[in-house]
């Protein structure tokens, strides 16, 4: 038994020492072009320079992150496929009482990279200018007014069913594949209002196509001081913090997870980064795996209740 035991262990540390020595990939729930696909893209690009081998970034939409999840949890651990995760993968165990992997066991957290204010957008058709003239038209409108997602069970979906339960309304929920067509759907006036990225919206409110009436987080956002909160403007107890973090599947060995949490933090402190993240409205944050693993179960626990109380299920 001592032989085999010294066996494994000996064969693990070769198998680290030669990590990485073949192409990795960041398996991404979204279609290209969002805030989360923009994240994996700049990791990807750092982690390729940092480890000597291609990084390819695999958008692998639908579902609401359970297809992209359930690839993600079959794949070899090996340390050679990552997954960025967000809100829609803490919501799946919520929304599907039979899923093919579990959401916390098949799964080994790294780090989270980035986190991001929502932002209550609307078209300029919709007559409205404050957070209390969107509740008025939704109490007036029942059901009639939509609001665009990037997706079933994603941030943008639940911040728009929170609004709806802590505002006492009733919008009606359109998923889109990807926070970018979401944008899409209020810009074209398919949808009239959407809960996503604000600095992405930014050219089309200067433009005026867009209105941006509140944002998202508790506080106001740093980069963006004018802009009130939708707690502020009249919803009290309302917050909804966008975020993204990269997870591989259970069982990879530590020493690889410990390398790549080295290497993601040393991504996420360096300058220009911190910049390009910035102009996407993000900042990073990084944290050790089981700050990371907590953070995951207290996502489930939140968001549980609006879950629920919308009576959201999986189609």
């Known amino acids: 038994m001592f032989g085999v035991a010294a066996a494994a262990v000996f064969c693990a540390s070769v198998f680290a020492q030669t990590y990485p020595n073949r192409p990795l990939r960041i ?11 923009t994240a994996a893209r700049i990791v990807g690009h750092r982690l390729s320079v940092a480890l000597g081998q291609q990084v390819v970034v695999d958008n692998r ?10 690839i993600a949890a079959k794949s070899p651990s090996d340390g050679y496929t990552l997954y960025l995760v967000s809100t829609s993968f803490t919501v799946a165990p919520i929304l599907h009482k039979v899923l093919p ?16 204010p929502g932002a209550l957008i609307v078209h300029p058709s919709v007559p409205v200018n404050s957070v209390n003239d969107v509740i008025a038209l939704a109490r007036a409108r029942p059901g009639q007014i939509t609001f665009s997602s990037s997706g079933l069970g994603g941030g943008s979906h639940l911040g728009g ?33 959407a809960f996503t990225n604000p600095i992405s919206s ?6 005026g196509r867009l209105k941006m009436i509140a944002v998202t987080t508790a506080q106001r956002w740093p980069l963006l001081p004018e802009v009130p909160t939708i707690t502020e403007s009249g919803v009290p107890g309302y917050e909804l913090l966008l975020w993204n973090g990269l997870v591989v599947p259970a069982a990879t060995p530590q020493t690889i997870i410990t390398q790549l949490h080295r290497e993601l933090t040393q991504i996420l402190n360096a300058p220009d ?17 089981q700050a990371f693993a907590a953070f995951l179960k207290d996502e489930i626990a939140k968001w549980t209740k609006v879950v629920r109380r919308a009576g959201i299920t999986a189609n």
């Open 202 to 207: 930014l050219p089309h409110i200067q433009s």
């Open 27 to 37: 398996i991404v729930p979204l279609a290209p072009g969002g805030g989360n696909d």
């Open 273 to 289: 980064v911190i910049k390009v993240l910035a102009g996407d409205g993000s900042r990073p944050l990084f944290e050790s795996p």
């Open 101 to 116: 992997f579990d959401t916390l066991r098949d799964f080994a957290p790294i780090s989270r990279v980035a986190i991001a």
């Open 61 to 70: 939409p639908g579902g609401g992150s359970v297809i992209a999840s359930e």
């Open 161 to 193: 069913e929170l609004f709806n339960m802590l505002a006492n309304v009733r919008m009606l929920h359109v998923p889109y594949r990807g926070s970018a067509q979401a944008t899409a759907a209020v810009l074209s006036g398919e949808t009239a209002v």
